[in-house]
Every structure is written in C-alpha cells, then in structure tokens.
C-alpha cells in the first residue's frame, strides 16, 4: 500500500494566521490527492481534489498544490470554522490510503 | 441534494458477524461506486472496501480481506458490509462514502453521518 504521512501532527496556530500543512507520499500519486477537513463527531468534509481543485463551496482561503509524492494545504487566513483535523488522501490505487491527520488548534 | 444514511452498528462480541446497511438518495445510485470509510476512536481514517457501481468489481483493505463483504442492491439504493469474525480491532466509526467514478479509485465526495461498532466481550 502507498503510505501517506503528514506534517506536523499537531499545529497551534491564531486566528488570521497562514497555515501550511505538508502530505507525503511512499510513491509517486499526482496528481491523485485530495484533502479532508474533519470536524469531531463529523464526517469528513472534501476541501480539493486532483491535487489543488477546490470542491465547490469550499472558501478560497484554501489552496494545495503539489507534485510527485509531496504536496501541501495552505489556509491563507485562519478563521474560528478552520480548527479541526485535516487528512490526505492518494486514490492514485484500488486501495486509497489517509495521512494520519493533522490537528490544527489555537 | 444528496444523502448518505447509515444503519446496522451496535455493539457485539468477538467472533460475531454484524452488517451494516447504507441507504442512498438523491442521485442516480447506479452510476457511482460506493465505499466504506471507518475511523477508530480517537484514530485517524481507514478505507475499508469499495465496489462499483454495477457490483461486478470489489476491492478490500488487507485488514478485513475474508472477513468482509461489501455488495449492493441498486434498486433499492442501498449498500451494505457485511462484517464476519469481527475483531476487538475493528471496533470503529464506519462510514459510507461517495466516488465521482463508476470502478476507478476516486476521492470521497459525500459521506454519510456514519455508524459505531463496537466489538467487545
């Protein structure tokens, strides 16, 4: 299976601030990456897709972009509706695999 | 707009068998392949198996091949897991999910509020 790891774990950051979230991947997936914002008790919610898609509805203080096996999630400006857990995942394969999430708290 | 339910969790004993049904609405059902998702308390997303949107193609997660059976009944809209020799490890949230493809991997476009299983003695 392609392995996802994502850094950091954990990220305290304020209101306002640019946040930067970094995926990697065990092999090359692109452009085959999406990411997920989870709330607690939630499912997740799809943020993009095809590496740097915005999925409709989704606020434009969200941007990835990425390459190969390494791509990143960037929340321009942090409001209080951005804290939550973020995941990526490859469906590059019939068996698509989650980074372990990132935790993103004040 | 589209909706995900899931039923069927509880809790059960090890070496039990427990199915789960997803019941899908509002859009043509037979043209997406579906998915089951679980999380583990306090854990990170786990894909569990998909089948496509004609039933002919199944893939699963090494963690339940054998144990488990994802299968569908399209004129009903419904997706089901078939869960057999269920593990204290596959206690979880399980989920299903929604790929914008009839067979080929996909990203998760809808979810479902998702169900808890409890496998415990």
């Known amino acids: 299976d392609i392995q996802m790891t994502q850094s950091p774990s954990t990220l305290s950051a304020s209101l306002g601030d640019r946040v930067t979230i970094t995926c990697r991947a065990s092999?090359?997936?692109?452009?085959?990456l999406a990411w997920y914002q989870q709330k607690p008790g939630k499912a997740p919610n799809l943020l993009i897709y095809?590496?740097?898609s915005l999925e409709s509805g989704v606020p434009s203080r969200f941007s990835a972009s990425g390459s190969g096996t390494e791509f990143t999630l960037t929340i321009s400006s942090l409001q209080p509706d951005d804290f939550a857990t973020y995941y990526c995942q490859q469906y590059n394969s019939y068996s698509p695999t989650f980074g372990q999430g990132t935790k993103v708290e004040i | 707009q589209v909706q995900l339910v899931e039923s069927g969790g509880g809790v059960v004993q090890p070496g039990r068998s427990l199915r789960l049904s997803c019941a899908a609405s509002?859009?043509?059902?037979?043209?997406?392949?579906m998915h089951w998702v679980r999380q583990a308390p306090g854990k990170g997303l786990e894909w569990v198996a998909v089948?496509?949107?004609?039933?002919?193609?199944?893939y699963y997660a090494d963690s339940v091949k054998g144990r488990f059976t994802i299968f569908r009944d399209n004129s009903k809209n419904t997706l089901h897991l078939q869960m057999n020799s269920l593990r204290t490890e596959d206690t979880a949230v399980y989920y299903c999910?929604?790929?914008?493809?009839?067979?080929?991997?996909?990203?998760?476009?809808?979810w479902g509020q998702g169900t808890l299983v409890t496998v415990s003695s």
């Open positions: 999910a929604r790929t914008v493809t009839t067979s080929a991997p996909g990203f998760f476009d809808y």
């Open positions: 092999q090359s997936v692109a452009p085959w």
């Open positions: 095809k590496a740097s």
């Open positions: 089948i496509s949107n004609d039933g002919s193609n199944k």
């Open positions: 509002g859009f043509t059902f037979n043209n997406y392949a």
